[in-house]
Nanobody
Framework: VQLQASGGGLVRPGGSLRLSCAVS????????FGWYRQAPGKQRELVAA???????TYADSVRGRFTITRDNAKNTVYLQMDNLKPDDTAVYYC????????????????WGEGTQVTVSS
């Protein structure tokens, strides 16, 4: 599987960005996907995940500001990020993995390269 993230950049606090993850896999509609991020000096953390059926999970720090969606016709996963804050500055990675429907937990298995998001005035 290949995952290619794009859409990062520099944005002012309060602004928006939409990240895209193009996925090369024949079983896209049956798979779960997620976005992680890693800020300098910090551990990589889950941002959001979406199951094959569209169920979503969000980190508390982004709930209400970020939205993960998937387009099965385009084999693409999106992360819409609104009301961005300086603490959202990080490298963002998309991945595919296991989504545990009843708990909402997500376990990443395969990673793509990241895209840098910088929130600064």
């Amino acid at each position: 599987v290949q995952l290619q993230a794009s859409g990062g950049g520099l944005v002012r606090p309060g602004g928006s960005l939409r990240l895209s993850c193009a996925v090369s896999i024949s079983t896209f509609r049956d798979d779960a996907f997620g976005w992680y991020r890693q800020a300098p000096g910090k551990q990589r953390e889950l941002v959001a995940a979406v199951s094959s059926g569209g169920r979503t999970t969000y980190a508390d720090s982004v709930r209400g500001r970020f939205t993960i969606t998937r387009d099965n016709a385009k084999n693409t996963v999106y992360l819409q990020m609104d009301n961005l804050k300086p603490d959202d500055t990080a490298v963002y990675y998309c991945n595919t993995g296991q989504y545990f429907y009843w708990s909402g937990k997500y376990n990443p298995l395969a990673w793509g390269e990241g895209t840098q998001v910088t929130v600064s005035s």
